[in-house]
């Protein structure tokens, strides 16, 4: 997913490593929750804040004063572990709030969706060319790449908010969703899994350059379709009776592994994929198990601007480097400390966004729904009363 740094400091890397994965494990066992999918709220948080720290430093890292230590880009990039936790959590919210009796309804379904992605996104990709045109940096697109980039086809999503090539794989999960959940819970679920297992052997086998091709066959795919098993287990009432604990644990050892050895050493499925799996399980396990603490429960709004954090930091640190041509300290700076003081920007731009546009198209486009409990309650009382904003 990421180029290798090559050589860095090992001994240095990997004790900071320590340091901060610990950190990491702690957080997250503060995030679990009982009734309202806090966890997976504020797991979407630091997934789209994690997005955003990698960009801001890789920006200034480009163009302002060199990273202080070798290895300092190379942490940072961790952050890109926000797309696979995106996925998982993506695949596990379709389960989890989706209706199979007495029947599941694809165009309801599909609008609902259309209604959750475009929008804002429209909105934010008119923010990014005014604010390109205003600081004299247009972008050089023509009408062709820049309709492709608003509908999110494949070979021009990015062209003008560079992260959204995501959406174009959330788009394409929840079509192939919508074509074949009609079938009923679990054998919609085990029809798409094996569908996209499919088409992932296809891809390593015969490399497509298509762009459409390239990411209909991309081993990303399966990391919705783990969300989907999560979600599965959840609405059947097999979430495992212990081991969440275990899970993180499991997922933040891989994840320091890729950090020390480097992210390509391994497929991304697994250096990726395997990992925020687990983290994704292990959260939501201990969410069935325990309660959560009063601060959790707080900053679980975090999570409702996570999509709309998602969409705008680009255009935030594209503003800070434009400001540096003016005030040139902020060049001068360590990228590190620049991302970290970018970042609460990011956040407090992104929620005025959420509060003041998207939350309000959502309630007149997307009237919110129950989310569906599971049938069973299971282990502990993990039975969802209602649902969490961003579930819709």
């Known amino acids: 997913m990421l180029a290798h740094m090559g ?28 009734k309202t999918l806090h966890s997976i709220q504020v797991l979407r948080a630091i997934a789209a804040l994690l997005v955003a720290l990698f960009h801001a430093q890789q920006a200034f890292a480009k163009v302002g004063t060199p990273p202080a230590v070798a290895w300092e880009s190379h942490l940072f990039a961790f952050g890109a572990v926000g797309v696979p936790i995106f996925f998982v959590i993506s695949g596990f919210i379709m389960i989890v709030t989706s ?9 309801a379904f599909v609008k609902r969706r259309l209604m959750r992605i475009y929008p804002i996104y429209w909105i934010c990709a008119a923010a990014y060319l005014a604010a390109h ?17 608003m509908f999110l086809l494949p070979a021009d999503a990015p062209a003008i908010i560079g992260p959204a090539w995501t959406l174009s794989y959330e788009m394409f999960f929840y079509l192939c969703f919508a074509a074949v959940m009609p079938l009923g819970l679990s054998p919609g679920f085990w029809t798409l899994g094996s569908i996209f297992l499919g088409l992932v052997v296809v891809g390593a086998l015969l490399e497509p350059q298509s762009p459409a091709l390239h990411l209909a066959t991309n081993s990303l795919l399966l990391e919705f379709i783990a969300g989907m098993g999560i979600g599965w287990l959840y ?78 930091h680009i ?14 300290p902020l060049l001068a700076m360590e990228p590190a400390l620049v991302a970290f003081l970018l970042a609460p920007v990011c956040v407090l731009i992104a929620e005025i966004l959420h509060r003041g546009l998207e939350r309000p198209l959502l309630q ?8 569906v409990p599971p049938h069973q309650a299971g282990h502990g009382d993990h039975r969802l009363d209602r649902k969490p904003k961003e579930f819709v």
Request: with cysteine.
């Open 364 to 371: 007149v486009l997307n009237p919110r729904r129950a989310l």
């Open 235 to 312: 609405r059947h009432g097999r979430l495992p009776r212990s081991g969440g604990t275990v899970q993180i644990v499991l997922a933040v050892i891989l994840y320091g592994l890729g950090i020390v050895f480097g992210y390509d050493a391994l497929p991304s499925v697994i250096a990726w994929g395997i990992p925020s799996t687990l983290l994704v399980l292990g959260v939501v396990c201990l969410e069935a198990q325990q309660g959560t603490s009063a601060a959790v429960r707080r900053i679980g709004w975090l999570g409702d601007s996570s999509y709309a954090l998602y969409l705008i």
């Open 99 to 107: 209706r199979f009796e007495p029947e599941f309804r694809p165009y």
């Open 315 to 328: 255009l935030v640190i594209t503003l800070a480097l434009k400001l540096a041509d003016f005030y040139q």
């Open 133 to 149: 045109w205003l600081i004299a940096e247009p972008y050089s697109i023509g009408l062709s790449e820049a309709l492709g980039a």
């Open 7 to 34: 050589t860095v400091a090992r001994f240095p890397l990997t004790s900071l490593t320590c340091v901060l994965l610990r950190q990491l494990y702690r957080t997250l066992q503060m995030l679990t929750s009982s």
